[in-house]
């Protein structure tokens, strides 16, 4: 009928042992970065607490560092022959908390023996949680000023990812009949009563190299992604038709297009867990569109989108 919120360090350990899928408290992601010392649980954690969010967009921001080591190893082989020379400009987009970027960087570094100079940007990499100084009651706005999750004591709400009716009917209907009350009660969480703590989300992994120099992360549109131009544009992950419609995928293709060098690789892939299938390949700049050079373990999920409508649709 109804399932709380995770809000505290040791269910939130359960949650990741056990593959738990309720909502987590957004907070909980600053919590690990200082509680938690091991850097591999402290990644795991911070991946688990991201798994469940929403943005308004409808994309979610589910990743794990070893989400496409093979994908990602195939993409070396073909980036380090077809630019062999100084280090790779990488630009990596939708790129959740970075871990999957992080991971990339180590493996050229392992596998090529190169420097890269990789930029990951994502729409989503800022939020501000208010939290009420006396009452259990916080919301988590994005950059833009959205809405994106409410927790009022051990009830979390994703406002984009509201559970569904039928299986927990007690959160749909809170959800639906409470925060719209909430805001207006507390005005968004915008007096004095509040705490504001801002939150970059970038993963344990992908801040250690960020610090480093070792990357760079910033928040970014995917469709109006920096000029570059790179040699390399990944975007796995978030091209998938579930998120955007067609005419939206090819509008990214496009400008992700704009991004690259003559002869430029993109590389686009969707998968599940970790280590599971890529449905991805990898494509090169010509001096029209795309041609595919390599295919993942199956055809990518928007190849049409890439080769075929590219001409068609324009660059408006
Ligand atoms: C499912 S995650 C993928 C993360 C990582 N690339 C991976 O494969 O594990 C999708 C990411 O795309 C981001 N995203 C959604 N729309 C975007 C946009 N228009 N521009 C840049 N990033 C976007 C989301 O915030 C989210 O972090």
Known sequence: MFRLGVTNISDLRRQLSTNGRAAVDIALFLEVSSAVADDEEAQALQSAVLSRMRFRNGTYKRTSPNRFDGFDQRLIKVANEAFPQGAIQILDVGVSDGSTSAAL??????QAGRKVELLGIDRYMNMEIRRHKKRPIQFAFDACGDLVQVRCGNFVFNCHALESWIRF?????????????????????????????????FGRLASSMKESGAMDLQEGDLFHP????????????????????????AKAVIALR?????????????NENAGSPVEG??????????????QADRP?????????????????
Request: hydrophobic share 35%; glycine share 8%.
């Open 105 to 110: 960087v180590r493996s050229f570094k392992k």
């Open 169 to 201: 009917p007690v959160n749909r209907f809170l959800g639906n009949l409470l925060i719209p009350r909430w805001r207006r009660v507390f005005a968004d969480g915008n007096g004095p009563d509040f705490n504001r703590n801002n939150v970059n989300l």
């Open 226 to 249: 920096p000029p570059g131009p790179f040699q390399l544009v990944r975007a796995m992950n978030v091209l998938n038709p579930s998120y955007f419609p067609s005419e939206s995928l």
């Open 258 to 270: 704009s991004s690259l060098v003559d002869d430029g690789l993109l590389a686009v892939g969707s």
């Open 281 to 294: 390949a990898i494509y090169r700049r010509t001096e029209t569109g795309f041609e595919r050079v390599e």
């Open 300 to 316: 990518c999920r928007i190849d049409s989108i890439i080769l075929d409508q590219f001409c068609k649709v324009g660059s408006d």
